[in-house]
């Protein structure tokens, strides 16, 4: 079964940093991403990353403080979030998928395999 864990979540103070882990395990796939959502809100887009190219995007709110990368060796997407603050409160929810294109979508409907969440919290 394919399946994506995600893992580093935690408390860290406004201005702290935290790295998230997305182990994925299965079949390949073509594109990962990071998406969160705090409560009452929408599920928001935070980053993606091609596997094969690394080709990588980010929420316009996000960039310069979130960082995506992976390791192909351990088959590990990361989060590396700088400069938290407590708006980043939320739960992580890392998502893959296995479309032919190199871009990284967006859109969370065009992901085809999703983890349980992490949760992030930031406190002032």
């Known amino acids: 079964q394919v399946q994506l864990v995600e893992s580093g979540g935690g408390l860290v103070q406004a201005g702290g940093s935290l790295r998230l882990s997305c182990a994925a395990s299965?079949?390949?796939?073509?594109?990962y991403a990071w998406f969160r959502q705090a409560p009452v809100m929408e599920r928001e887009f935070v980053a993606a990353?091609?596997?094969?190219?690394?080709?990588?995007g980010y929420s316009d709110s996000l960039k310069g403080r979130f960082i995506i990368s992976r390791d192909n060796a351990k088959n590990t997407v990361y989060l590396q979030m700088n400069s938290l603050k407590p708006e980043d409160t939320a739960v992580y929810y890392c998502?893959?998928?296995?479309?032919?294109?190199?871009?990284?979508?967006?859109?969370?409907?065009?992901?085809?395999?999703w983890g349980q969440g992490t949760q992030v919290t930031v406190s002032s």
């Open positions: 990353i091609n596997w094969s190219h690394g080709n990588t």
């Open positions: 998502a893959a998928d296995w479309a032919r294109y190199s871009d990284p979508s967006v859109d969370m409907g065009e992901y085809d395999a």
């Open positions: 299965g079949r390949t796939f073509t594109n």
